[in-house]
Each structure stands twice: as C-alpha cells, then as structure tokens.
C-alpha cells in the first residue's frame, strides 16, 4: 500500500461522512500531525477534489469528486444494461426499482427506476445503505463470502438503523443462507421506517455477483404479490444473462457452501 495514496483517500473518505472539517479536525480523524495532512489536501484542491471555503477555512469535497462519479455511472456496464429491464419492471409492478453494487460494509444505489404513479420522489443514485440492513445488502453478501465474513465479524458493520435492523450474527447469518437457497433477500423496515424491499442478485462472466436489483414499496403495501417476485426473478436472470452468468441464482461460492 501506497502510504501517501492511502492518506489522500482516508481524507476524502473523511470529508464524506462530516461534510466540512478544519484541518485540525482532518488531521485529528487520520491520527497525523496537521503539517502532514496540509500538504496532501493542498494537493487535492489543487487537482479539485478537495475545497476550501473562503468564509471558514473549512474544507469539503471537491466539485471532481462527482465528475468521477458521473464517469463512472457512464462506464458501468450493469448499469446500462440494467436500465431497461428496471423500467419494464417498474411498469410492472408499481414499485420503485433500485440497483446497487457492494462498497465494503455498504451498498452504492447506482440506477433507480422511481414508482410509475407520478408521485414526487427523491432521485437515490448515489446513496449509500449498510448491506446488512437492506434486501440488496443482503442479496449482494449472500454470495460474497469475504464481505458477509467481514460483516459477521465486525459489530461495527452491523449498526443499528432502526429498532427492526438484524444485528445478530447468528440471525443475519441464517437469513444469508435463506437468500444462498432462494436466490431471493427481503427486509421489512430495516433501513427505514415504512419501507420495505425484496432483491435478487445478479451473475456476472465468471460467476461471481456484480450487483443486485430490488423493489421498493411502502409498509403499507408489504408483503408484495407473488406476481411482482416472480417478475423480480425474471429481470434478474435477463440481466444477469446479459452480463454474461451462465445461471441464475449464481453459484454458491465453494467457502459458503460448505459451511451453510
């Protein structure tokens, strides 16, 4: 590891989570001295990740960070081939339709396809929901062994987001095997109060899991029609087809399989 590189990272990581920081704040969150800390974020204004603001001194993310982020939704394949089908399935289900990826302990929506019943909603590209708390979460480290090990591992991971949000490791691990055996993973009001979501995993060449696609519906309307899992099930094998899996659900990585 690069340790300058894994410096100017753990900044920007930091300037996610608090918004605007001092640089003491900066230098006190990486554990270094302020003069080591003020040369890496100099450089990272000077290349537009990083912003100072000229009424405080405060730094916050730059205005290259998002360019970044737009390159990338632009060249992610699943989200391409995603789009459709996550139209279609909108259409016919009347539900909200998120795809995401794993980031570690998180889940990253990269396309929502909003309800089709004209009502006003938030745009969640972008967003971030620790994976033990959501459907997609769950779908995504069902067959991602280092990921569900480090999650199960970790009670930092597993933080609570409201009073239903599965913290135990034995019950989230039970919960995992249920999605390995299914192709299948749901959470009721797990990540936010009157919501709740169904998802499937998606199969990529080498047969691992490139994402996840899910529905999202108010409490009100859970459980969902056995018709609206059944065209979740559908979108998922299409895409996971098209990105090149030779089967959907996925396989089950050698490791879960003999431990499940």
């Known amino acids: 590891m690069i340790q300058s590189v894994d410096r100017a990272v753990r900044i920007l990581i930091a300037l996610q989570g608090a918004r605007t920081m001092s640089l003491g704040e900066i230098a006190g969150a990486l554990g270094l001295p302020p003069s080591t800390v003020h040369g890496i974020v100099r450089t990272l204004v000077a290349h ?67 309800r089709p019943d004209g009502s006003r909603q938030m745009p969640e590209v972008g967003i971030e929901i620790p994976a033990h708390a959501c459907a997609l979460g769950k779908a995504l480290l069902a067959f991602t062994p280092d990921a569900e090990d480090a999650v199960l591992a970790d009670p930092r991971a597993r933080r609570s987001m409201t009073g ?29 109060l009157g919501e709740c979501g169904v998802a499937a995993p998606l199969g990529g060449t080498g047969g691992e899991v490139v994402g996840a696609v899910g529905l999202v519906v108010p409490t009100a309307d859970w459980p969902l029609p056995a018709s609206s899992l059944d065209a979740l099930r559908s979108v998922a094998r299409a895409v996971s087809r098209e990105m090149g899996s030779a089967a959907w659900p996925p396989p089950v990585p050698t490791s879960l399989g003999a431990s499940a």
Request: glycine fraction near 8%; include cysteine.
């Open 48 to 114: 537009g990740m990083v912003t100072q603001e000229s009424d405080t001194g405060r730094y916050r993310l730059g205005p290259a960070t998002l360019r970044l982020g737009n390159v990338y939704l632009d060249t992610l394949e699943l989200r391409t081939r995603v789009a459709p089908w996550a139209e279609d399935l909108a259409r016919r289900t009347g539900c909200a339709v998120r795809t995401g990826v794993l980031l570690l302990a998180d889940v990253v929506v990269v396309h929502h396809e909003p």
């Open 164 to 192: 239903d949000t599965v913290t135990d490791p034995a019950e989230l691990r039970s919960q995992l095997t249920s999605v390995r055996a299914t192709g299948i993973a749901t959470e009721a009001e797990e990540a936010v």
